[in-house]
């Protein structure tokens, strides 16, 4: 109370001093404030430096120019760790070793549950690829397993072979054509072959509709489409009306087969075969063809561009494929898809050290990924920053696979480079397929089609990348902003090629 009381009279004191005084007294109060609140074990502490600015702002730069946006919330936090708002939602964005470390091991970190939020790529159905339980997902990823079982896998090699050779029988003899659009076309048929049925893959204009509707998932997602998905927008509509067509492409897939009785040596097959319920072998082919065909897709693609422009890469990788033909198939065999297809599983898993070092370093270089997670609790710290429950975190793989003291000159496509040892020098220095609780469950399929589809390629045409004139160029920089394609300016690189004698 003596305190309040005397609060006037210094007050009236101060005012009568003369400015020099209060001046003074003034940087005095000002020293003592910052003092105080500096000494104070302020929980603010903890948590990592915001973005200054309005919340609303970082909105659209996080889901169209992602790479960019974390990179400068980097910079001008000047901090390892950061968050910014995305709507009520709070986003904290991880970077360095440790940090890496402790988000791929964080028991209560969620990846459905991120991605819900923060992707959107997915097709919200509830039941089938969102809100589904649990057990659901995990005989999903069981039934996925099995798909990739040696057996399965090897009855898959034919298949896919097939299904390139009927594409590039369609190239003709010479042309152009734009990587991104055409081997994301591939690849898209032999995930369909492989994890659908026989009918909808022999069917090209149903295989077309699908790609065109999953096209249309990954480009209708808008910010509002993430953040607000019951809002009736214009985007929001068209994403639900594609759900819904795929959804009915599949389950009459479902409904016919198990109608017509007769069994059909497939993925669909095995899936009915297990007795699972409906919706979860909806949800297989529906889910799994967006994780699966994107992902692989964009792979084939920045393959069959980098090996365009660096050749000695790509005669290294026909001599790899042509070693193999000489060693496991019959020269006598008409085509080299059947050739190819005589090589068996275990050798193109074993013995291919070029075309596996090809495929690494382009998920290296080109695979634009920002992992998400959700902590579903309890809280932790990371970086010595309090992760609360409930908040998003993300991380950028641009932190590990473009930093240039783990990867010199990291913008450079070079499949020499030397395997970093996670045990000696540093943890986790590659994350293309996952690491800790996370990690790819379809690695199997996707390694087995990249490296089919691009034997089948090599060995089937010369060919070197070209601009829109026609003139040959370098292979492009990825463009890390596009996060589904890293695609390089559309129009901007194309591939231009010419049949060699070999039969297909
Ligand atoms: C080149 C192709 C592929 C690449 C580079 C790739 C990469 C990855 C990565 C990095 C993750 C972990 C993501 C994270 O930690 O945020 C992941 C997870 C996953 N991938 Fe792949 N993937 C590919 C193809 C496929 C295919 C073909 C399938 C299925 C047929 C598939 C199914 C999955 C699934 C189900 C998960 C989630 C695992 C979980 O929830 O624990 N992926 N993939």
Redesign the pocket.
């Known amino acids: 109370m003596p305190f309040i009381i005397g609060i006037p009279a210094a007050a009236s004191a101060f005012l009568s001093a003369g400015l020099t005084t209060q001046i003074s007294v003034a940087i005095v109060i000002c020293l003592v404030i910052v003092l105080i609140t500096a000494s104070l074990p302020s929980e603010w502490d903890e948590a990592p430096r915001s973005l200054p600015g309005p919340s609303f702002l970082s909105i659209v730069p996080f889901f169209r120019q992602r790479h960019d946006f974390l990179n400068w919330g980097f910079h001008i936090t000047g901090q390892s760790t950061f968050q910014f708002q995305l709507m009520n939602n709070t986003v904290i964005v991880l970077s360095g070793a440790s940090a890496r470390r402790a988000f ?1 091991n964080a028991k209560g970190f969620d ?2 549950e ?2 819900k939020i923060l992707s959107g790529a997915i097709p919200m159905v509830r039941g089938v690829t969102s809100g589904v339980q649990t057990k659901r ?1 995990s005989t ?2 069981k039934r ?1 397993a099995a ?2 079982r040696n057996a399965r896998l090897s009855e898959l090699i034919p298949a896919i072979l097939e299904d390139s050779r009927r594409i590039f029988d369609n190239y003709g003899a010479s042309g152009t054509f734009d990587p991104f659009q055409q081997i994301n076309e591939l690849i898209f048929q032999t ?1 369909v072959r ?2 659908s049925s026989c009918e909808i893959a022999d069917d090209a204009s149903t295989v077309a509709r699908l790609k065109t509707l999953y096209d249309r998932l990954d480009t209708g997602t808008t910010p509002a489409t993430v953040l607000v998905p019951w809002f009736p927008t214009p985007a929001m509509i068209k994403k639900l009306w594609a759900t819904k067509e795929i959804y009915g492409i599949v389950s009459r897939a479902i409904d016919a087969r198990e109608k017509s009785g007769i069994s059909r040596n497939d993925t669909l097959q095995m899936l009915i075969d297990s007795g699972d319920e409906k919706l979860v072998v909806v949800g297989f082919i529906m ?3 967006i ?3 994107r ?2 897709g ?3 693609s920045w393959i069959i561009t980098y090996l365009g422009g660096y050749a000695e890469w790509r005669h290294k990788a026909q001599t790899e494929v042509e070693a193999l033909l000489s060693a496991h198939s019959d020269a006598t065999t008409s085509s080299i898809s059947s050739r190819l297809a005589e090589i068996p599983l275990e050798i193109w898993e074993s013995q291919t050290p070029v075309l596996d070092s090809i ?1 690494r370093e382009t ?1 290296r270089v080109a ?1 634009p ?5 959700r902590n579903l609790g309890p809280e932790v710290y990371i970086n010595e920053k309090l992760i609360p429950s409930g908040a998003y975190v993300v ?1 950028p ?1 641009s932190d590990v696979h473009l930093d240039p003291e783990i990867y010199p000159d990291p913008w450079h496509f070079d499949p020499s480079r030397k395997e970093i040892d996670s045990t000696v020098d540093l943890p986790l220095p590659y ?13 199997r ?3 087995v ?2 490296k089919l589809t691009l034997s089948l390629f090599l060995l089937g045409f010369d060919y070197i990348l070209v601009d829109k004139s026609g003139a040959p160029i370098a292979p492009p920089t990825p463009n890390w902003n596009d996060i589904l394609q890293c695609r390089p300016p559309l129009g901007s690189c194309f591939i231009k090629y010419t049949r060699t004698p070999l039969a297909l």
């Open positions: 791929f990846l459905t991120g991605f997902v999903i990823h996925l798909v990739q995930t492989s994890l889910g799994l063809l994780a699966g065909a992902a692989t964009t792979t084939a495929i998920l695979q990924h920002t992992a998400m997670r991380y793989f994350v293309g397929w996952g690491v800790g609780k996370t990690t790819c469950l379809g690695t399929l996707a390694k089609e990249l």
